[in-house]
């Protein structure tokens, strides 16, 4: 109910234009988003390797439909790149197919594209294509393999375990070579494309996990959840799998504390950097995907009312770290 709740406030324009408007609400959402610039991003990637990350680089946005914004999102991430490059960065970049123009036309599409491929290769920097909507699924692969066949290798793309066509997506991109980033997915989907059952999901990821860190080339599982990195550890102990063949993923903010741990244990681990002006919707489906996530949000409105006094009297906190 809180998921599908907060999920139709991600795509509300009302709610948006109440809740971007109070300093509570932006406060938090640095938390999860470092800011809206291209300095924040590269000082977090920067944090980030200073205590032994990896880095994603993520300019918030999709359903781009004007070739200026378009343009100007193949800009940023130009500039980015150019960033990661001279300083050195243990980071990549990940961005949306509909982002970079892909709902105008595809000639425009390849071409505002190509500007950011180039600049990649020139500073052997890997761009990851995320997921989006089950709407778009399939238009993502098409246009991921279409990049594949035209030669491009310093690319990847999401997939997503909540889909039952996922299995099969897997085995293709297994079969190219490509490698993939896992995820549960963070869209409201129908029963008819979907699981919707939390078990149901977390068993599809366990079973998606495997085929991917056994067969896979250097997969990312991206989950906070301790049930999955925990059949993670026991699978790779069980079959010998080096753990430099894969990395666990998470994003900026979220359980820093078993980010730290599995860093501890020798897996790499990298974290999803999302920065820009489109925070809102976000914001909206990262606390969608765990009850722990809007606590921490009520804490931090509590102890900004006239209630503030109480809370801390009580010595109550909202969580350190949260997560799905």
């Not at 595809?106 to 594209?113: C, P, R, T, Y």
């Not at 761009?127 to 692969?141: A, C, G, H, V």
């Not at 998606?208 to 056994?214: D, E, G, I, R, S």
Request: charged content about 25%; some cysteine; proline content about 3%.
């Amino acid at each position: 109910m809180i998921r599908r709740g907060l999920l139709y406030l991600s795509e509300s324009p009302g709610a948006k234009r109440i809740l971007t408007g109070t300093r509570v609400t932006r406060s938090v959402s640095q938390r999860f988003v470092p800011g809206e610039g291209v300095d924040d991003v590269i000082n977090a990637a920067r944090e980030a390797n200073a205590v032994g990350l990896k880095a994603t680089a993520n300019y918030l946005g999709e359903a781009v439909t004007n070739r200026d914004q378009a343009r100007a999102a193949a800009d940023t991430y130009v500039e980015v790149l150019d960033r990661i490059d001279r300083e050195k960065l243990d980071a990549n970049i990940s961005l949306k197919f509909t982002q970079m123009g892909q709902d105008i036309d595809e000639a425009f599409l390849h071409e505002n594209l190509g500007r950011v491929l180039e600049r990649a290769r020139q500073g052997e920097i890997f761009i990851r294509f995320d997921m989006e909507s089950s709407d778009y699924t399939q238009r993502t692969l098409d246009a991921f393999e279409g990049l594949w066949a035209d030669g491009w290798r310093n690319i990847g793309v999401v997939l997503q375990a909540y889909l039952t066509r996922t299995a099969g997506d897997v085995r293709r991109m297994i079969e190219l070579g490509a490698r993939v980033r896992l995820c549960k997915g963070a869209y409201a989907e129908p029963p008819s494309v979907a699981y919707t059952d939390m078990d149901q999901i977390r068993s599809n990821f366990i079973e998606l996990m495997q085929w991917l860190v056994a067969e896979g080339h250097y997969p990312g599982l991206a989950t906070h959840d301790e049930a999955i990195i925990e059949a993670t550890h026991q699978f790779v102990q069980r079959e010998g799998i080096s753990p430099d063949r894969f990395e666990f993923q998470m994003l900026y903010g979220v359980r820093r504390d078993l980010q730290r741990q599995l860093l501890s244990q020798g897996y790499n681990v990298r974290v999803y950097v999302p920065f820009g002006e489109k925070w809102y919707p976000y914001l909206m489906r990262r606390l969608a995907e765990r009850p722990e996530n809007v606590l921490f949000m009520v804490g931090s409105v509590v102890k900004e009312s006239p209630l503030g006094f109480l809370w801390n009297r009580r010595g109550t906190r909202p969580a350190e770290n949260g997560g799905s």
